[in-house]
């Protein structure tokens, strides 16, 4: 178990007129490895549940371990750093926290502040611009004159480039066009596939459905699910109550059997449908 | 940060809440002006037990009032160390190598300190009790003599009022980009001077740039609406002034009265 939440509560503001008890009893396994999705209404808490598992909230009360690190309310883990730097976060809107003269400043800044040295750095920075789909060349630019799914792309190099255990991303894709959205994502799957745990905040459930393999369910502050995709989307009433709508796919393939068809709706693959309604066809 | 108090309203309901804020702001004015007058101990206690009375009828926590004053203590400390060290009247109390110590600057610096206290306690019972668009409404009204001999007054209220309603989200900005850059390894209250002007740096220039992009965005949605700064205006929100008004303002000029009298006559 790589994440595990038991019992955490937090409240923003406590003792005072704005008081917000944000999270209430959450108990949580993320698998290590593993791509999890976090879905949820806006303010059901799935950011304030992501900002434990890098220390930046601590729980008001219950734990939080995280590998070998334990966070609780009153002892903070003796060395923030390392876990910070095991656990990669993007916030949402990453694009804000650049600051540097040029995009190279800029991703070397985290991996320069755990300790890497600069030429390493600089390697590192290499990879990882490529990786995120933009060219070598940008390194010397102003990152401030990139449009912002460029300047998101430099922000989530920056943190990619801390080469952490998990990597945290609090809606990556809200704002970027669907060709974007779809780079990023191939992006965070094969960060997965190279061994790292992901946790995904998304609105997408086509995004679920296609890349994760876990989902949790946050509603009002606690988590009401945590399955498999699969499972997940054969709850389509306890979906529909919480007016989440099912991924495009899913959904067809619930109408096509509703009008006589006999179609796994777990299928993910719009060519293992096209295949299977051929079959069904010929029958 | 995180449980900044300094100028935050707080909604509750309370005989200060709910004077009419002309009467506010006039009041702290006049007050701020008596604390200048050098009305000795006796005075200062008067007004101290003033503002107690103010700060118990305005239902505000003392937890919360201290965190107002927390943010400030660094400053106060060093202006406080400055006129120790600066003020060389009266008799020598203390004289170590370089650094002597007057009585007078002693009485000095209690003076200031007091007088230091005195202001943001009433600065933030006026702030605590006053929602920030009652706050400008009133300037406006305190300010319309002035509209006569030319001064901008509604630009000038309107001017306030942005920035009082935009300080919340620049403190839920600073906060958000903090977390961001500490997610990347910086250290805000750690390391050494040059590490910390870095970490420093990494939140302001963010900070500035989302802040003017905001300030644009702002403009362009005003200047979209056809938003006249001159155009007349009526309003939906009047200010009534009541007998509990009255009898609050009499109660503030006769403490500034007697403090006054009492500077001149001590
Ligand atoms: N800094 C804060 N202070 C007080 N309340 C907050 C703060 N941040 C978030 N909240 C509240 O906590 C709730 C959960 O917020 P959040 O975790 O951001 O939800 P989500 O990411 O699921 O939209 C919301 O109702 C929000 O208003
Ligand atoms: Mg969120």
Redesign the interface.
């Known amino acids: 178990m790589s994440i595990t939440f038991k019992e955490v509560e937090h409240t923003y503001?406590v003792?005072?007129?704005f008081a917000y008890h944000a999270l209430k009893g959450v108990n949580l396994d993320i698998k290590k490895g593993s791509m999890t999705a976090l879905i949820g209404h806006t303010g059901s808490g799935k950011s304030t549940l992501i900002?434990h598992i890098?220390a930046?909230l601590l729980p008001t009360s219950g734990q939080v371990q995280i590998e070998d690190v334990l966070i609780t309310a009153t002892d903070k883990p003796s060395s923030?750093?390392s876990l910070?730097?095991k656990a990669?976060?993007?916030?949402q809107f990453?694009e804000?926290?650049?600051?540097e003269e040029t995009i190279l400043k800029d991703i070397i800044?985290?991996p320069k502040?755990?300790g890497v040295s600069e030429e390493e750095a600089i390697k590192i920075a290499k990879d990882m611009i490529q990786l995120v789909g933009l060219d070598e060349s940008y390194l010397e630019r102003s990152p401030?004159d990139l449009s912002g799914g460029q300047k998101r792309r430099i922000a989530i190099a920056?943190?990619l480039a801390?080469n952490p255990d998990i990597l945290i991303l609090d809606e990556p894709t809200a704002g970027l066009d669907p060709q974007g959205a779809k780079e990023m994502l191939q992006l965070f799957k094969k960060v997965n596939q190279e061994g790292k745990t992901v946790v995904l905040v998304s609105h997408d459930m086509n995004q679920v459905l296609e890349y994760c393999d876990d989902v949790v369910v946050m509603n009002h502050g606690r988590v009401e699910k945590h399955v498999t995709v699969a499972e997940l989307f054969k709850e389509t009433e306890y979906l529909t109550s919480l007016s989440i709508d099912l991924p495009i796919i899913t959904s067809f393939i619930l109408e096509l059997n509703k009008n006589g068809f006999h179609i796994d709706p777990s299928i993910k693959d719009i060519n293992v449908l096209v295949q299977e309604i051929g079959g069904q066809l010929n029958e | 940060m995180?449980?900044m108090m300094f100028g935050k309203y707080?909604?509750?309901d309370s005989f200060i809440h709910r004077l009419d804020p002309r009467l506010k702001i006039g009041s702290l004015l006049l007050l701020l002006i008596a604390v200048f007058f050098d009305a000795g101990f006796l005075g200062y206690a008067l007004l101290g037990i003033f503002v107690i009375i103010m700060a118990l009828l305005s239902h505000i926590k003392v937890?919360?009032i201290l965190k107002a004053i927390k943010p400030m203590l660094f400053m106060m400390a060093f202006l406080m160390i400055f006129n120790l060290l600066f003020i060389q009247q009266g008799n020598l109390l203390v004289s170590i190598g370089f650094i002597k110590i007057y009585d007078q600057a002693v009485l000095q610096t209690l003076y200031i300190f007091i007088r230091l206290i005195l202001i943001i306690v009433m600065t933030t019972i006026l702030t605590a009790t006053t929602k920030p668009l009652d706050l400008t409404l009133g300037i406006e009204h305190l300010l319309s003599p002035f509209k006569r001999i030319g001064f901008p007054t509604h630009e000038v209220a309107m001017m306030i009022s942005i920035a009082l309603r935009f300080i919340p989200t620049l403190l839920e900005e600073t906060q958000?980009?903090m977390?961001?850059?500490?997610?990347?390894?910086?250290?805000f209250s750690e390391g050494s001077l040059k590490e910390k002007i870095l970490s420093i740096?990494?939140l302001i220039?963010?900070l500035f740039?989302?802040a003017f992009q905001r300030a644009e965005d702002l403009a362009n949605a005003m200047e979209s609406r056809n938003y006249n700064p001159e155009a007349k205006r009526t309003r939906y929100k009047q200010l009534i002034w009541k007998i509990s008004d009255t009898i609050s303002f009499a109660c503030v000029i006769m403490i500034c009265s007697v403090l006054v009298i009492m500077s001149f006559v001590l």
């Open positions: 503001s003792d005072t007129p900002q890098n930046l923030l750093k910070r730097k990669g976060l993007v916030f990453p804000y926290q650049l600051f800044f985290g502040n755990f401030f920056g943190i801390m | 995180n449980n707080i909604p509750i937890s919360q958000r980009i977390k961001a850059q500490a997610s990347r390894g910086v250290e740096v990494s220039i963010p740039i989302s």
